[in-house]
């Protein structure tokens, strides 16, 4: 067994995996982030890190959104305890944990087709579009 975990790590699968003990992570001081997810004391508490929490636990087609991925970038929108902010499509029934507010989003076709009749230029990005663009780590939509 591993001294110590270091970054950010769901604790039953490191029980599971046998890096750790449940008593050791009790014991050993871990900060818990959001539940079941864990983190090393030592890194910097703040709603970036509880962001990174909160992408372990993603389901495919859900990613985080708003002021929480604003903050994942560096933005000071979001404050330490505040929700991690995430949205799904209306195919993923994930409602997450206590710690996170989850907003169903539906692609409104006919807005984007008046948009584009009216001139605009709509871009159509998927979750996985942005990761690439901006090194956000995101599940895909499916």
């Known amino acids: 067994m591993r001294n110590h975990l270091t970054g950010v790590f769901v604790g039953s ?6 890096v750790i003990t449940r008593r050791q992570l009790r014991e050993r001081s871990y900060r818990r982030l959001v539940h079941g997810v864990y983190a090393d004391p ?3 508490f703040d709603h970036r890190l509880r962001c990174s929490a909160v992408a372990l636990l993603l389901p495919a087609g859900t990613t985080i959104a708003g002021h929480s991925a604003a903050a994942w970038h560096g933005a000071p929108f ?8 995430v949205v799904r499509p209306p195919s993923v029934l994930w409602r997450g944990p206590r710690e996170v507010r989850v907003h ?39």
Do not use: Y
């Open 104 to 142: 169903q989003i539906v692609r409104d076709e006919a807005r984007i087709a008046r948009l584009e009749a009216a001139g605009w230029r709509v871009v159509r990005l998927s979750a996985a579009d942005l990761r690439d663009l901006e090194g956000v780590v995101v599940p895909p939509w499916t």
């Open 78 to 85: 979001a404050a330490t305890h505040d929700p991690v902010t």
């Open 13 to 18: 699968h490191a029980i599971a995996e046998g």
């Open 42 to 44: 030592g890194l910097e």
